[in-house]
């Protein structure tokens, strides 16, 4: 089964609204961390903004929120008032073990937003 | 702010040869990995270490090897490369901590012929 699960491949929004890229995880650790990247066309990796499982609040960055339902165990990103340079692909990732496993994440296979003048 | 250094940028192989993928980081971080990245996919992990002296397999291992030369360099090397790792390398450092990001080099696209 697939551990992390971005079922959007492509979306389109225009300038200055809201969009919200899903996210859904699967996991039967207690501790794990969620992260967003995005990576625009130059190609590089971006941290966006982090939740963790225990977290009580839903993690802001900026334009950037988190949409965490642990029990749904979804973590979607909502992109507040977008604008051009938001248009990129978004990868959603997970860490499992929280204190004690790998560090590594495992990544969804990407949204791609465009953004629309 | 250099970050994470990866070298080379880009590379062209024939089946059958072999390099190593450089990769630096000047964080002080304990942690590193390499990940490929291939059409349509998210980044899957190839091989990490978790600190210096030590190394581990990720989701993707077979026909790479890595070396983790002292704290700041993580090398991966192909020893007899094949089309399928035709691929865009992706090599990250990050803090033992959980909840810190991994941060990520600009990556190396590696074509095979």
Known sequence: AQKITQTQPGMFVQEKEAVTLDCTYDTSDPSYGLFWYKQPSSGEMIFLIYQGSYDQQNATEGRYSLNFQKARKSANLVISASQLGDSAMYFCAMREGYYTGRRALTFGSGTRLQVQP | ?113
């Open chain 2, 1 to 113: 702010n250099a970050g994470v250094t990866q070298t080379p940028k880009f590379q062209v192989l024939k089946t059958g040869q072999s390099m190593t993928l450089q990769c630096a980081q000047d964080m002080n971080h304990n942690s590193m990995y390499w990940y490929r990245q291939d059409p349509g996919m998210g980044l899957r992990l190839i091989y990490y270490s978790a600190s210096e002296g030590t190394t581990d397999k990720g989701e993707v291992p077979n026909g790479y090897n890595v070396s983790r030369l002292n704290k700041r360099e993580f090398s991966l090397r192909l020893e007899s490369a094949a089309p399928s790792q035709t691929s865009v390398y992706f090599c990250a450092s990050s803090e033992r901590t959980a909840n810190q990001p991994q941060h990520f080099g600009d990556g190396t696209r590696l074509s095979i012929l």
